[in-house]
């Protein structure tokens, strides 16, 4: 898919997980692609912790709804350039914000994080500069 060499093994690290949220972090952010409505939203939330950046696709939803997500995230630092792609199937709960996914990097580099959403046929999309 794509490949990655001993120095960007080192210089990123990589955890892609379905989990929910990671809790409270420190320095968090994060893009929206509209503004509150009733209708379904996607953000890329930002936490930064130490040396690391956790970069974490999400969707709101006042409903719940069904779908699938892309988040493609692109980028590096001094070890090297790295494409980094998830995505998958979601059921999302009314009311709630369901974490899709999450990736971490090193809080060294800069990355541009793309994220689309297919929901109802609908499709979201959002984008978030981290770094640098």
């Known amino acids: 898919m794509f490949g990655l060499d001993n120095r960007l093994v080192a210089g990123a690290v990589v955890a892609l997980s379905a989990l ?3 809790g409270a972090a ?3 952010s994060s893009s929206s692609a509209h503004t509150a409505d009733d209708g379904p939203r996607c953000e890329v939330r930002v936490e930064r912790s130490g040396g690391l950046v956790t970069v974490e696709p999400l969707l709101v939803s006042d409903r719940a709804v069904s779908g699938n997500y892309r988040l493609a995230v692109v980028g590096g630092g001094a070890a090297g350039r790295s494409t980094i792609s998830q995505g998958g199937a979601f059921d999302a709960r009314a009311g709630r914000e369901t974490v899709l996914g999450s990736v971490t990097l090193n809080a060294g580099g800069r990355y541009d994080a793309t994220l689309e959403i297919d929901v109802g046929g609908e499709r979201l999309a959002c984008e978030e500069r981290i770094g640098r």
């Open 26 to 28: 420190i320095g968090a």
């Open 20 to 22: 929910g949220p990671l």
